[in-house]
């Protein structure tokens, strides 16, 4: 059986960050309508995996106990404790400062698989281009604002996210060749939606159904649900089956450039120079990155 062109696997990732770069304003659309971040986590985590479950059918478990609680990881550092953590940290740090935290996960996980898989290794050539590419991503993320506030609680918080993302692909890694996206990415819902349900015994779920009938409340949970986490999360697991982990990663130093140009075009936020110098310097690196020779 003929295998898929790399580069189609490529394009699935820079989709997937595409997407997750432009959802901010349809979780601050829904957060304005007086959702809060569990609530809207909950109800795009079910509708995906509600949505995924027929594509998915057949195997219930993993092969082996190991791999059940692989899965389980994954479903908590990709989708439970990841989402709260972020958001949590936009109640006590700026957003340049989450952003900017959230965004060193490919540098941490180029880190720690160099040091556990010799394969995952970067080559110099790969190392300047990640560290343009992350030079240029710091560009875009203070947008001609040199100036950050620290904030422990919430800086803490964003790295906290930045490692689970860590954790999440070396889990997905280890489940590489045994499993196909399909079964991960829905077994990563169905983990993610069990371990956010203790927060409700905190602060109970409690959305009036009347809010849902809203098309903007509607339609921006069926973009959150069906397009930035089912398809997303399948693309961007099969990406890293597929190309490894450290390589899928980099494309998050995209996520703040997709970001800036979302808010320009919808909240009229201005772009810099700075940024558009930033915006070079990431596609620069990471082609440098992507350099056969």
């Known amino acids: 059986m003929q295998q898929t062109p790399s580069y189609r696997y490529h394009l699935a990732a820079l989709f997937s960050v ?43 478990f993993a092969e082996n106990l190991r791999d059940e609680a692989l899965l389980l990881a ?9 989402f709260l953590t972020e958001n949590m940290a936009l109640e006590f740090a700026p957003a340049s400062n989450v952003s900017l935290i959230v965004c060193t996960a490919p540098v941490w996980t180029a880190l720690v698989l160099s040091i556990l898989d010799p394969a995952e290794r970067m080559s110099r050539r790969q190392i300047l281009g990640s560290a343009l590419a992350f030079a240029g991503m710091v560009l875009v993320v203070l947008n001609g ?19 689970l993302w860590v954790f999440y692909s070396m889990a997905v ?47 921006n949970l069926l973009f959150l649900g069906i397009v930035a986490s089912m398809l997303c999360y399948l693309l961007w697991n099969a990406a890293m089956l597929r190309l490894g982990a450290v390589r899928t990663t980099n494309y998050i130093y995209l996520n703040p ?10 909240i009229d936020e201005r772009i810099t120079p700075v940024a558009l110098a930033g915006a070079a310097l990431i596609l620069y690196g990471m082609w440098r990155a992507e350099r056969t020779q």
């Open 18 to 60: 595409f997407v997750w770069g432009a959802t901010f304003v349809s979780t601050k659309v829904l957060i304005a309508h007086g959702l809060n971040p569990a609530e809207i986590f909950i109800l795009r985590f079910a509708m995906a995996y509600l949505c995924i479950l027929p594509l998915a059918r057949g195997r219930l």
């Open 257 to 266: 450039l997709v970001t800036i140009l979302t808010a320009a075009l919808c």
């Open 145 to 163: 604002r040199f100036v950050l506030h620290l904030s422990p609680r919430g800086d803490l918080l964003a790295l906290c996210a930045a490692w």
């Open 74 to 82: 994954a479903g908590v550092c990709g989708g439970s404790f990841y």
């Open 173 to 219: 890694k280890r489940l590489a060749g045994r499993y196909p996206a399909l079964f991960i990415t829905r077994k990563v819902f169905f983990y993610g939606l069990l371990t956010i349900l203790p927060v409700f015994a905190l602060k109970p779920f409690d959305v009036p159904w009347h809010l849902l009938t809203q098309p903007a409340v509607w339609g």
